[in-house]
């Protein structure tokens, strides 16, 4: 139990201060507002998201899609959990990476269940092109993706092909 409290302590940590970002935002910005952090590339836009990653289905209203989000993610929660428990100590670099995705999920999650949408407000955008916006608990499920995918393509074959003929 003790090689893995860091990484509930970090899972902890990441969860809160998505939800504490989220909640300065609301409190400062009404929703829609934005503030111009670095011209031409940057906002700080208070937006409510009701759809999944990157606001597919964001406009739908319909109960049945919001359900179907929902049980996605509390599923994918629950089988990033098992596979949290299941990687070895050893593989410290995955267990970050999962850590970091269940943070971010968890941040998620209780934003569809206590407000019935994730809040949104990190913009990026050049001219005409924009990012869709974001928040910390996406950016904790990015980098803890980014672990995983580093972690695959490190490792070595588990056999390496014969040189019969």
Known sequence: MRKITPYFALIGILALADQ???QLIMKALHLGESVTV???????THVHNRGAIFGF????EKFGI?????????TALGL?????FR???????MKLGLSFILAGAIGNLADRLFRGY??????????KWSWPSF??????????AFCLFFCLFRRKPACTPSSSS
């Open 57 to 60: 289905f964001s406009h739908s």
């Open 87 to 93: 990687t070895p100590p050893s593989e410290k670099l």
């Open 66 to 74: 919001f359900a179907l989000l929902t049980l996605a993610q509390m």
């Open 135 to 144: 928040n910390v608990a996406d950016s904790c499920i990015t980098i803890g």
């Open 118 to 127: 994730v809040v949104d407000f990190l913009e990026f955008y050049i001219k």
């Open 20 to 22: 504490a970002a989220k």
């Open 80 to 84: 990033v959990t098992v596979y949290f």
């Open 38 to 44: 670095i011209p031409g590339f940057f906002n700080i």
